[in-house]
């Protein structure tokens, strides 16, 4: 709509001045891949690269609209798609929570949460031993996640402390469910 006939006006003199230019070039339309990984550029900004390998790489990233810190796992093995299509639906306190996945090619990347403590493996690694007490208050809510997400008939594969994340505030999260092994 147009404020008044003259923008209307000053509009059709533009239009028709850009006309005898030549011809309107209308670019060709992307293909579905294209335009999700339009939508994932636009939606994403890549801070860091945390991990590259053969197998996946994983970077740290900001959701620009939310303003929120989210990691992104790019594998290019094939992963189970209708497992994780269905992790996207659940929501469990100690299932690491996936926002969204893309598949493009032969590549699957899967945007989850983010969770500043770092990972179990990290733990272990730099202290060592970990007590019993604190072993079991890491295992329980791991225990918790596998119970859940088999009820949903979801096999994690590849357990291990490296896939066991915590949050600031020592909450324990189960991530890469359905994800090849790296």
């Known amino acids: 709509r147009y404020a008044s006939m003259a923008d209307l006006g000053r509009f059709l003199c533009e239009f028709l001045e850009r006309c005898k230019s030549g011809p309107i070039r209308q670019e060709a339309p992307l293909s579905e891949e294209e335009a999700q990984a339009a939508l994932f550029r636009e939606r ?86 970990i007590a019993a007490d604190r072993a079991v208050g890491y295992l329980l809510p791991v225990a918790e996640a596998l119970q859940f997400a088999h009820g949903y008939r979801i096999r994690h594969g590849h357990l291990h402390p490296d896939n066991v994340l915590i949050d600031e505030n020592g909450a324990v999260k189960v991530t890469d469910f359905a994800m090849p092994s790296h």
């Open 44 to 129: 994403f900004q890549i801070i860091s690269s945390i991990r590259d390998d053969a197998q996946c790489s994983v970077a740290l990233a900001e959701h620009k609209t939310l303003k929120r810190l989210i990691l992104i796992k790019t594998c290019r093995n094939a992963a189970n798609v209708n497992a994780l299509k269905t992790l996207i639906k659940l929501r469990h306190p100690h299932v690491c929570e996936i926002f969204g996945m893309k598949e493009d090619g032969y590549k699957l990347s899967v945007v989850t949460e983010y969770l500043n403590g770092g990972t179990l493996g990290e733990r272990m690694r730099a202290a060592g031993k």
